[in-house]
């Protein structure tokens, strides 16, 4: 259970509804226009909806592939398409976004609201093949304003600013609980969604991913692929009786490690020689959440969030998490 406390920051005691937590830090920034905390809200709204999905996915007919593909060759599911539909209703619907680049859509999708400051790169439902058997599975997005002027249509570019210009990330776990986590660059926090209200609700504040961590998190099924370096780090956690724990979502598996700290390992393998994760909406969101809490995010050769993207969809090796265990694996 989460430790009961204040936030320090703010003020805000566990319990505050995140409507009120925006609010509040939104009147502490003098010329807020409201425009962030509203697509927070939307992106929070598409969640509450995405989170009723996914518990009635076995119920209703959205489990199981959709009988396309991404534009990564990943047969999309149902639920990726469902999700995907929501997310960019909610945004578009809102108001202040003017384009969003979705892992299940090739191209950047215009919302039409010229006039919105905000673009925003999201995967909708990560972690697809946990979806047909009730395993954990996430939402990441990532928030930048536009570079392109308001008014004009939003261009590539507004993405491909690199990972220090994201004013917010976060994700949304769909696990025992369904949680919240988000930054805007003021720490981290997060928010147990109370399904009898209808709310997410503030739950961890401040959070702080410890210095040291005693699992490590990867596929090692790949293992003979991985590089050399890395096959003996993850040779010197077994010395040293450390944890294996894997689920296969980013999003649960990087959760658990920011809370009782670890390291999420996904190097070069044969069939994915940059990397598997994608830089836009999995890495850079997870890496702002994780340097938020005190930890690090790398690709083996510099952080995360100073990698400066040329394609949308482009990947990266990653490794995310308790800051003495990323500088081991650090050549
Ligand atoms: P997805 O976006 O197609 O779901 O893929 C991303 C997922 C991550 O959630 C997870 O950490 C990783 O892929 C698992 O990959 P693998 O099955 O190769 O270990
Ligand atoms: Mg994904």
Redesign the pocket.
């Known amino acids: 259970m989460a430790a009961l406390g204040t936030n320090a920051l703010l003020g805000l005691p566990v319990g505050t509804t995140l409507d009120r937590h925006l609010l509040q830090r939104q009147n502490a920034f003098k010329g807020a226009t409201g425009g962030l905390s509203q697509l927070l809200r939307d992106i929070a709204l598409a969640g509450k909806i995405v989170n009723r999905e996914v518990n009635r996915a076995g119920l209703i007919d959205i489990t199981g592939a959709a009988g396309s593909g991404?534009i990564?060759g990943?047969q999309q599911q149902k639920l990726?398409v469902v999700a995907n539909i929501r997310f960019i209703r909610a945004l578009r619907n809102g108001g202040e976004v003017c384009a969003i680049t979705s892992?299940e859509d090739d191209e950047m999708v215009q919302t039409g609201n010229t006039s919105g400051k905000y673009v925003v790169a999201i995967?909708p439902?990560?972690?697809?093949?946990?979806i047909d058997v009730n395993v954990s599975?996430?939402t990441i997005f990532s928030i930048y304003r536009r570079v392109s002027p308001v008014g004009t249509l939003p261009t590539t570019a507004d993405f491909l600013q690199g990972g220090r210009q994201q004013i917010a990330a976060g994700y949304i776990l769909y696990g025992s609980s369904t949680i919240l986590v988000y930054t805007t660059g003021q720490g981290v926090n997060a928010f147990t969604y109370d399904n009898s209200l209808g709310e997410f609700i503030l739950s961890q504040t401040q959070i702080n991913t410890p210095d040291d961590g005693g699992i490590f998190s990867?596929?090692e099924?790949?293992f003979n692929d991985y590089p050399p370096h890395i096959k003996t780090y993850i040779e010197t956690c077994k010395s040293r009786r450390l944890m294996g724990r894997?689920?296969?979502?980013?999003?649960?598996?990087f959760h658990r490690n920011l809370i009782k700290g670890g390291i999420?390992l996904?190097p070069p393998?044969s069939?994915?020689p940059k990397g598997?994760?994608?830089l836009l909406y999995?890495c850079f969101p997870i890496a702002l959440i994780v340097e938020q809490a005190g930890g690090m995010a790398t690709n083996g050769e510099e952080a995360i969030l100073d990698i400066v993207p040329r394609e949308l969809h482009q990947r990266s090796v990653f490794y995310a998490g308790s800051p003495r265990m990323i500088k081991s694996v650090m050549p």
């Open positions: 991404n990564q990943e990726d892992e995967d439902l990560d972690g697809s093949s946990n599975i996430g990867c596929n099924g790949y894997y689920i296969g979502s980013l999003v649960a598996d999420y996904y393998t069939a994915a598997k994760l994608r999995e």
